[in-house]
C-alpha cells in the first residue's frame, strides 16, 4: 500500500500503463472486419429491382458495409462457390454478356482472377445478377460459409459456368 500521494500517482500510472498495452494487444489481435453469418448476405430492397434481381456485387457491398475490399472478398467467394455448385440462375443482359466475353477474349484474367484482391472479381460481380430471394435460398441450402468457407472452382469449369449455364436476357 502506497503511503503518500506521490506513490498512489506512480502506482495509478503503472496501473494506466499496464491497461494501454493490455488495450494494445486486444486491438492488434482482433480481426479487421467483423466474421459474417450466412443471414449477413442479403441485398439492401434498394438494391432489388421491380422482378426481384440484384448484382452480386450489390448484396456483398451490402453485407460488408459498402467497405469495398471486404465486398470483394466476399465477392470472389460467392462466385467461386456458385461455379462450383453449377448454380443455373445467374443472369446478365445481352449487352453485359458481350460486353464479359469481349473482355475474356481480350484478357482472360476476367475469369481467371477470381482472388479477393482481384478487380476483376468486381467486373464479374457487378455484371452477375440473381434472383434475391432464390439465391439466399440456393446458399443456406448449399451451406455457404462467408466466414470460413474456402471456394474455388476450376479454370475450365469458371468457362463453362460463364458460357454454359448464365442466363442471357
Not at 498495452?21 to 466474421?35: F, G, H, M, Q, R
Not at 481480350?106 to 464479374?124: A, G, H, I
Request: proline share 4%.
Amino acid at each position: 500500500m502506497a503511503d503518500t500521494e506521490t506513490d498512489n500517482k506512480a502506482e495509478d500510472t503503472a496501473i494506466e500503463g499496464q491497461a494501454g498495452v493490455d488495450a494494445a494487444a486486444t486491438e492488434s489481435a482482433a480481426p479487421e472486419a467483423p466474421l459474417l453469418s450466412l443471414s449477413d448476405i442479403k441485398a439492401a430492397p434498394a438494391d432489388i429491382d421491380e422482378d426481384g434481381f440484384v448484382s452480386i456485387w450489390n448484396i456483398a457491398a451490402n453485407a460488408c458495409n459498402k467497405n469495398t475490399v471486404q465486398a470483394r472478398e466476399l465477392s470472389a467467394k460467392l462466385l467461386c462457390f456458385l461455379c462450383k455448385k453449377q448454380c443455373d440462375f445467374v443472369v446478365t443482359s445481352g449487352s453485359n454478356a458481350e460486353y464479359l466475353d469481349q473482355w475474356f477474349e481480350r484478357d482472360n484474367k476476367l475469369l481467371y482472377d477470381w482472388k479477393p484482391e482481384s478487380e476483376t472479381v468486381d467486373v464479374v460481380a457487378q455484371h452477375a445478377e440473381v434472383p434475391h430471394d432464390a439465391f439466399v435460398s440456393f446458399l443456406a441450402n448449399n451451406k455457404f460459409d462467408p466466414a470460413n468457407g474456402k471456394y474455388t472452382a476450376t479454370r475450365a469449369v469458371r468457362v463453362q459456368w460463364f458460357q454454359e449455364m448464365w442466363c442471357v436476357g
